[in-house]
């Protein structure tokens, strides 16, 4: 499978409006939202991807068909704290969802643009709050703020996080640069266990000199990968018993990551025992 994030030209304006339409049609049931006179949604900011600085629009296409798009900017509903790059709308097609796509374009998004990011979604839109849950968590280890109810500009969730790159991220750095020069179909479908391998490493490496302090700093990525995975599973299927709870906690950390990679796949609570 070849997954590509293509930026998007003035020549593409045409397309990225007709893959809008779709997006707005499946946002409608989360939104108050009517057609105009001329049965679509619109889109009024679309023109300004190509006449205003810091918008950037690209086109998902997935084994070279169109299969979505992302629209990126620089506009924030928190004004309390600085805000690089925010995902203004993001979309793949239905045939190509639960495949591990949208979070691998999400994952090379964030890897263009190097800061601290916004990522605003729907009140009442579920799927969307697990799976930004989900693909951010993965992204930053769970490094990153999410305010559940949103603030006086916005009434959904909110998430936050940076990804500027320090002087001692440098390894991390060489291991995004080996993935993007790799060639053939399966690099962007490693790249999200191959960039988490890359910070986890990195961060054990600084926690200490010592062994004791390196495997101290493992565990407490274990723990917080457990609870955020504990918390996202709740959302999606609200009362998790707590002998379930208790098993997550004592399992590996990479079985661990394995529930919450396959977070969309599994169906119940009976699959979920699978993992445990």
């Known amino acids: 499978m070849k997954i590509e994030l293509i930026e998007a030209s003035k020549a593409d304006k045409m ?8 997006y707005n049609y499946d946002l409608s049931e989360y939104e108050n939202r009517d057609l105009n006179e001329h049965g679509l949604y619109d889109y009024s900011y679309l023109d300004n991807y190509w006449t205003e600085k810091d918008r950037y629009p690209f086109i998902i296409r997935v084994d ?38 949208g979070k691998i374009v999400a994952f090379e998004v964030f890897n263009k643009f190097q800061g601290n990011w916004e990522i605003k979604q729907l009140r009442l839109h579920k799927v969307s709050h697990i799976f930004w849950n989900n693909v951010i968590n993965q992204y930053t280890l769970g490094n990153f703020i999410e305010l559940e109810n949103g603030n006086e500009v916005w009434d959904g969730p909110i998430h936050r996080f940076t990804n500027k790159l320090k002087k001692e991220d440098t390894e991390i750095k060489e291991a995004m640069d080996v993935l993007y020069n790799i060639s053939g179909d399966k690099e962007l479908i490693q790249l999200a266990e191959m960039r988490d391998k890359a910070i986890r490493d990195e961060k054990s490496r600084l926690q200490g000199a010592r062994d004791e302090g390196r495997e101290e700093g493992r565990q407490e990525a274990k723990s917080a990968l457990a609870k955020s995975t504990i918390k996202l599973l709740r959302k999606k299927f609200k009362d998790i018993p707590e002998n379930i709870i208790e098993s997550i906690l004592k399992l590996s950390l990479e079985k661990i990551e394995k529930i919450n990679g396959d977070l969309f796949d599994i169906e119940s609570l009976e699959e979920l025992k699978k993992y445990l």
Not at 15 to 22: A, R, S
């Open 15 to 22: 397309i990225l409006k007709n893959m809008i339409e779709l």
């Open 64 to 101: 070279e068909k169109l299969a979505g798009f992302v629209l990126v900017n620089k506009h924030s509903v928190v004004t309390s704290s600085p805000t690089d790059y925010a995902i203004a709308e993001f979309f793949v097609l239905k045939k190509y969802r639960k495949r591990g796509i």
